[in-house]
């Protein structure tokens, strides 16, 4: 029976395309789409239509908004459709993942003063939820933010009903036994996208665009003393007696109740120490350097920490504070909005030199992760509320709140300009920058361009391709952060896969500009043009290649078969990160470690030990075996390659006798591109030309050498000779 070859790969086949590696390219193609179907879920996945049906007249859904993913939601009337609130799902604005790797999809309703209509559960993936208690638990938990309001401070308790009781300041829900974790997930996923919508749509955010938060700088760290930072600020220090807190209850009932206040009242009611210690010289300045790496460690890009130091008769903790939670005797507010923070449950170090003479007795770290919206060129106002009881059987509760703020010096954080929040903006920033990018890459098309001209020389062409790895290197690389990787492709797939819009690229020009090219040269030259020119660790790996020529190291050049073995592994590293992008962003983080891009290119090598140890362990490969990486390993490289297949030119000029017999320049192609018959893998060729010199070249292209032999001396042949034989015997000599 004849076998069946699908017609895209029998196409592929007349193109002229290798039938194998078409049919495995076909099949990976339809395996990821597969997976791109089946991920469809991890998007908001609600229509009008739908939004029609769950909402019926008189209520009236708008259309999505084009600026943030929300429906607007009217109400008929007499004259007029009133717009009531909004409506959207919480994977759209802040797709925080859950215990499975995927977000938790929840339908949230808030009118327009930031109230809870109605918050139902679309989607969620979480074990606790599935196979253990099952959805309803959640349903329930879910339904409780009905009617609450933005502005409270929500705290979850868990087994604790007579404790719940809601204020104008505070509301309490029932948690859920034995999915603690789940739950707090779950009130992030809420408070979260609901802020972000109320800060856009409803002027939460104070006229200001919530989307140009500051962000804090990495890289000042300054060196001060714990007194310094005190005294100036940096260390925010209050300190509350016993007479302040029994004058704020003054003319309540709970004037008196506190027996030791009044007899005490010069007494330190509470000594507070708080730190904004994720800023780098604060919190290097304070914590000992392995508790600095441990906070780190802790904390997602955006996220914030505060560290909060108290002694005295009241304490931050409680007895009753489970570790992991939100505190209730401090709360933070930004803008009259309430921001959660939650107990990191770290214990961390103090200096010797700076911890000695505090005496604190409670240590805190609370974590604010980034989709909190919390801005650091804002003032932080926190409240510490004192209650007090009256009664026994039904006691009344009576509460103060003692507030103070904190703004972090204006030299540790950067604003956004107004007019730099477009690309566009970016863009003329940084012009300089791009007008020399797009002068070396036109010099680089002109000279691949007219390459018989480039090759005339071999020193020439030596000294030019030298001098433009070193702009590479240093200009597109190090000073630019111009460096491709294949966290470029796994973005766009998780956008995609996302349903969000690929703008976020229009933010780098360097990798906009780049990228532009390399699709160009992809379809003229193939991969090689990036891979041999453009990729500055490729860059730094020849030079690298370039210094064990120069220490005499032996070159390790593999079997043919061997080798082609060895290249394969790219393609598998390639292929579980694609695929990993279609399932925990967090696994796809870990994997493309396997490029040491960020450790060599755009870090610097400033980066933990075993990151540094693997690019450099790289790099030293490489003076053994040519480009060690970029030929075995690279996921990006193979990419292209793959892309590259569908190049319009194959431009390595060949003659006849290359490959039969000449084998001149497969012995000295490096990158072991080139096959015993002569032919060129253009998929295996990083464009270093170096079979284009010797083809140009009389003293060493065989053929040319034994042309320009003939020039000078008359062949006399054999009668019946065959001068074609002659040459293959002359070729072998």
Same mark, same amino acid.
């Given at each position: 029976?004849?076998?069946?070859?699908?017609?895209?790969?029998?196409c592929?086949? /007349?193109?002229?395309?290798?039938?194998r590696p @078409?049919?495995?390219f076909?099949?990976?193609?339809?395996?990821?789409?597969?997976?791109?179907?089946?991920?469809?879920?991890?998007?908001?996945?609600?229509?009008?239509?739908e939004?029609?049906r769950?909402?019926?007249?008189?209520?009236?859904?708008?259309?999505?908004?084009?600026a943030?993913?929300?429906?607007?939601?009217?109400?008929?009337?007499?004259?007029?459709?009133?717009?009531?609130?909004?409506v959207?799902?919480?994977? %759209?604005?802040?797709?925080?993942?859950?215990?499975?790797?995927?977000?938790?999809?929840?339908?949230i309703t808030i009118?327009?003063?930031?109230?809870?209509?109605?918050?139902?559960?679309?989607?969620? !993936?979480?074990?606790?939820?599935?196979?253990?208690?099952?959805?309803?638990?959640?349903?329930?938990?879910?339904?409780?933010?009905?009617?609450?309001?933005l *502005?409270?401070?929500? /705290?979850?308790l868990?087994?604790?009903?007579?404790?719940?009781?809601?204020?104008?300041?505070?509301?309490?829900?029932?948690?859920?036994? *034995?999915a603690?974790?789940?739950?707090?997930?779950?009130?992030?996923?809420?408070?979260?996208?609901?802020?972000k @919508?109320? /800060?856009?749509k409803?002027?939460?955010?104070?006229?200001?665009d919530?989307?140009?938060?500051?962000?804090i700088?990495?890289?000042?760290?300054?060196s !001060?003393t714990?007194?310094?930072?005190?005294?100036?600020?940096?260390?925010?220090?209050?300190v509350?007696?016993?007479?302040?807190?029994e004058?704020?209850?003054?003319?309540?009932?709970?004037s008196g109740?506190?027996?030791?206040?009044v007899? !005490?009242?010069?007494?330190?009611?509470?000594?507070?120490?708080?730190?904004?210690?994720?800023?780098?010289?604060?919190?290097?300045?304070?914590?000992?350097?392995?508790?600095?790496?441990?906070?780190?460690?802790?904390?997602?890009?955006?996220?914030?920490?505060?560290?909060?130091?108290?002694?005295?008769?009241?304490?931050?903790?409680?007895?009753?504070?489970i570790r992991?939670?939100?505190?209730?005797?401090?709360?933070?507010?930004?803008?009259?909005?309430?921001?959660?923070?939650?107990?990191?449950?770290?214990?961390?170090?103090?200096?010797?030199?700076?911890?000695?003479?505090l005496g604190?007795?409670?240590?805190?770290?609370?974590?604010?992760?980034?989709?909190?919206?919390?801005?650091p060129s804002?003032?932080?106002?926190?409240?510490?509320?004192?209650?007090?009881?009256?009664? +026994?059987?039904?006691p009344e509760?009576?509460?103060?709140?003692?507030?103070?703020?904190?703004?972090?010096?204006?030299?540790?954080?950067?604003?956004?300009?107004?007019?730099?929040? =477009?690309?566009?903006g970016i863009?003329h %920033?940084?012009?300089?920058e791009?007008?020399?990018l797009?002068?070396?890459?036109?010099?680089l098309?002109?000279?691949?361009?007219?390459?018989?001209k480039?090759?005339?020389?071999?020193?020439?062409?030596?000294?030019?391709?030298?001098?433009y790895?070193?702009?590479?290197?240093?200009?597109?690389?190090?000073?630019?952060?111009?460096?491709?990787? +294949?966290?470029?492709?796994?973005s766009?797939?998780?956008?995609?896969?996302?349903?969000?819009?690929?703008?976020?690229?229009?933010?780098?020009p360097?990798?906009?500009?780049?990228?532009?090219?390399?699709?160009?040269?992809?379809?003229?030259?193939?991969r090689?043009?990036f891979?041999g020119?453009?990729?500055?660790?490729?860059?730094?790996?020849?030079?690298?290649?370039?210094?064990?020529k120069?220490?005499?190291?032996?070159?390790?050049?593999f079997?043919?078969?061997?080798?082609?073995?060895?290249?394969?592994?790219?393609y598998?590293?390639?292929?579980?990160?694609?695929?990993?992008?279609?399932?925990?962003?967090d696994?796809?983080?870990?994997?493309?470690? #396997?490029?040491?891009f960020?450790?060599?290119i755009?870090?610097n090598?400033?980066? =933990?030990?075993?990151?540094? #140890?693997?690019?450099l362990?790289?790099?030293?490969?490489?003076m053994?075996?040519y480009?060690?990486?970029?030929?075995?390993?690279c996921?990006?490289?193979?990419?292209?390659?793959?892309?590259?297949?569908?190049?319009i030119?194959?431009?390595?000029?060949r003659?006849?006798?290359c490959?039969?017999?000449?084998?001149?320049? /497969?012995?000295?192609?490096?990158y072991?591109?080139?096959?015993?018959?002569?032919?060129?893998?253009?998929?295996?060729?990083?464009?270093?030309?170096?079979c284009?010199?010797?083809? #140009?070249?009389?003293?060493?292209?065989?053929?040319?050498?034994?042309e320009?032999k003939?020039?000078?001396?008359?062949?006399?042949?054999?009668?019946?000779?065959?001068?074609?034989?002659?040459? #293959?015997?002359?070729?072998t000599?």
């Amino acid at each position: 029976m004849k076998k069946q070859i699908h017609p895209v790969v029998a196409c592929a086949s /007349r193109a002229g395309f290798p039938y194998r590696p @078409v049919m495995i390219f076909w099949k990976s193609l339809v395996f990821l789409s597969c997976l791109w179907i089946a991920s469809a879920a991890l998007a908001g996945v609600m229509t009008r239509e739908e939004l029609v049906r769950r909402y019926p007249l008189p209520y009236i859904v708008g259309e999505k908004d084009g600026a943030i993913p929300v429906w607007p939601i009217f109400q008929q009337n007499a004259t007029e459709n009133k717009l009531i609130g909004y409506v959207f799902e919480s994977i %759209d604005i802040a797709p925080i993942p859950g215990f499975s790797g995927v977000p938790i999809n929840l339908l949230i309703t808030i009118d327009t003063k930031g109230n809870f209509l109605d918050v139902k559960v679309v989607s969620q !993936h979480e074990p606790v939820f599935l196979d253990g208690l099952g959805p309803e638990p959640l349903f329930s938990f879910v339904s409780q933010y009905k009617n609450l309001s933005l *502005k409270q401070n929500i /705290r979850i308790l868990t087994g604790s009903n007579s404790a719940k009781d809601a204020s104008a300041e505070t509301a309490h829900l029932d948690g859920v036994s *034995k999915a603690t974790a789940s739950v707090r997930i779950i009130n992030q996923t809420i408070l979260s996208s609901a802020l972000k @919508v109320a /800060r856009k749509k409803l002027g939460f955010a104070e006229d200001r665009d919530p989307d140009l938060m500051a962000r804090i700088k990495p890289d000042i760290a300054e060196s !001060h003393t714990i007194k310094e930072l005190i005294d100036t600020g940096l260390i925010k220090h209050i300190v509350l007696r016993n007479a302040e807190i029994e004058k704020k209850f003054a003319g309540t009932n709970g004037s008196g109740l506190d027996a030791d206040a009044v007899a !005490h009242p010069a007494d330190t009611f509470i000594d507070l120490y708080m730190a904004y210690v994720s800023v780098p010289s604060i919190g290097r300045n304070l914590l000992r350097e392995s508790a600095w790496k441990r906070l780190q460690d802790r904390l997602e890009p955006g996220d914030h920490a505060l560290l909060v130091m108290s002694k005295g008769r009241y304490s931050i903790i409680g007895d009753d504070f489970i570790r992991g939670t939100t505190p209730d005797r401090i709360a933070l507010k930004q803008d009259r909005l309430p921001i959660e923070m939650r107990d990191l449950n770290l214990d961390l170090a103090l200096k010797e030199d700076q911890g000695a003479g505090l005496g604190m007795e409670s240590v805190t770290v609370f974590r604010i992760i980034s989709q909190a919206g919390l801005d650091p060129s804002r003032p932080l106002d926190f409240v510490l509320p004192m209650t007090r009881y009256k009664g +026994i059987v039904y006691p009344e509760k009576i509460s103060q709140d003692f507030p103070f703020s904190f703004s972090l010096p204006a030299r540790f954080y950067t604003v956004p300009e107004r007019d730099n929040k =477009s690309w566009t903006g970016i863009w003329h %920033d940084r012009r300089g920058e791009i007008a020399i990018l797009l002068t070396g890459l036109a010099i680089l098309s002109l000279a691949l361009a007219f390459q018989k001209k480039l090759v005339a020389q071999q020193r020439r062409f030596a000294v030019f391709r030298n001098l433009y790895l070193l702009f590479t290197l240093f200009f597109i690389g190090w000073y630019a952060q111009g460096q491709l990787s +294949i966290v470029n492709l796994t973005s766009v797939l998780q956008a995609l896969n996302a349903g969000r819009s690929l703008d976020f690229f229009l933010y780098d020009p360097m990798t906009v500009t780049l990228s532009a090219f390399v699709c160009i040269s992809l379809v003229i030259w193939g991969r090689g043009t990036f891979c041999g020119w453009l990729c500055p660790f490729g860059a730094l790996q020849e030079f690298t290649a370039k210094l064990g020529k120069l220490l005499k190291i032996p070159q390790t050049r593999f079997k043919p078969k061997t080798d082609k073995h060895l290249k394969r592994i790219k393609y598998l590293i390639l292929a579980g990160i694609l695929i990993s992008t279609f399932f925990s962003s967090d696994i796809t983080d870990r994997l493309v470690e #396997a490029e040491p891009f960020k450790t060599a290119i755009t870090l610097n090598f400033v980066r =933990s030990w075993p990151f540094v #140890a693997y690019a450099l362990g790289l790099l030293v490969a490489s003076m053994f075996v040519y480009k060690f990486f970029c030929r075995f390993l690279c996921p990006f490289g193979a990419g292209l390659a793959v892309l590259g297949r569908f190049r319009i030119l194959d431009w390595i000029p060949r003659r006849k006798e290359c490959g039969t017999p000449c084998q001149t320049c /497969r012995h000295q192609c490096a990158y072991q591109a080139i096959t015993p018959a002569g032919t060129i893998e253009y998929d295996e060729c990083f464009q270093c030309m170096e079979c284009v010199v010797i083809h #140009a070249s009389d003293e060493r292209c065989a053929p040319l050498m034994l042309e320009k032999k003939r020039a000078r001396i008359i062949p006399i042949h054999s009668a019946g000779a065959d001068p074609a034989s002659d040459l #293959a015997t002359d070729l072998t000599i």
